[in-house]
């Protein structure tokens, strides 16, 4: 997407995402979008990111067992929010099936879900800019 400064890439000054392993299984997906960036873009590149985690372990199914993030704006010459960063931590498990979370860590049982992980991979990849994008 033109004009945006995060790219989908290990973190580095300008954003990206991290990963790791913190016990059996489950894995921290960091992701930062700085400067001008989507509404949305660390989001999506989190979960972006887990989803690629996950595939390349093979696994078809991706739970979500807590998260947490912000969205950070403002303003530029009294018009409208320009967007200007953000930031996305999830927690995530590999599965098989479609099966609801059995170790939801969030306080809001609602923050925890499955998805496909090929679907999300899918689905998401059209809202993130790659550095070898040309742009």
């Not at 004009?3 to 790791?20: H, M, Q, V």
């Not at 985690?53 to 807590?66: I, P």
Request: glycine share 12%; aromatic share 8%.
């Amino acid at each position: 997407r033109p004009g945006t400064a995060t790219k989908y890439r290990p973190a580095n000054l300008l954003g990206g995402y991290s990963d790791k392993e913190i016990e059996q299984g489950l894995w921290r997906i960091k992701a930062r979008a700085n400067g001008i960036a989507e509404p949305g873009f660390a989001q999506n590149m989190a979960i972006y990111r887990a989803a690629e985690l996950l595939d390349a372990r093979g696994f078809s199914h991706m739970q979500v067992v807590d998260q947490k993030g912000k969205s950070m704006s403002m303003r530029i010459g009294g018009g409208s929010p320009s967007y200007a960063g953000g930031d996305m931590t999830l927690w995530v498990r590999g599965g098989q099936d479609a099966a609801a979370p059995s170790q939801c860590r969030a306080k809001d049982a609602a923050l925890c879900f499955t998805v496909p992980v090929r679907r999300t991979l899918d689905r998401v990849r059209p809202f993130l800019t790659f550095p070898d994008d040309g742009t």
